[in-house]
């Protein structure tokens, strides 16, 4: 499976933004999505995952619990990010990725996930 993430972008605080990951490669409905990003000095944290199939079950991280929404479109082989109510401390590099294993729910954890975007930076000015 290879990513590619989209969408980034500078915005101010209170702005939205959606991000898009297109996968190429089979059987991208049978794997878990997860959104990532890392911020300069930090480590990659945790953003929002997805499960497989039709992607009834999804994540998030409380820091952005009601503010992001992650949803997939297994007809785009596409995974995306909607985030409003941005803050500056959202700013990161934004990243997508696919479970490791088939058939799974979407982990928050870094080292379930194998296939990885470049990434996409957001900056969210005060």
């Known amino acids: 499976v290879q990513l590619q993430a989209s969408g980034g972008g500078l915005v101010q605080a209170g702005g939205s933004l959606r991000l898009g990951c297109a996968a190429s490669g089979r059987n991208f409905s049978r794997h878990g999505m997860g959104w990532f990003r890392q911020a300069p000095g930090k480590e990659r944290e945790f953003v929002a995952a997805v499960s497989w199939g039709g992607g009834v079950r999804t994540k998030y991280a409380d820091s952005v619990q009601g503010r992001f929404t992650i949803s997939r479109d297994n007809t785009k082989n596409t995974v995306y990010l909607q985030l409003r109510s941005l803050k500056p401390e959202d700013t990161a590099a934004y990243y997508c990725?696919?479970?490791?294993?088939?058939?799974?729910?979407?982990?928050?954890?870094?080292?379930?996930?194998?296939?990885w975007g470049q990434g996409t930076q957001v900056t969210v000015s005060s």
């Open positions: 990725a696919a479970e490791s294993n088939a058939y799974g729910s979407g982990s928050q954890a870094v080292g379930h996930y194998d296939f």
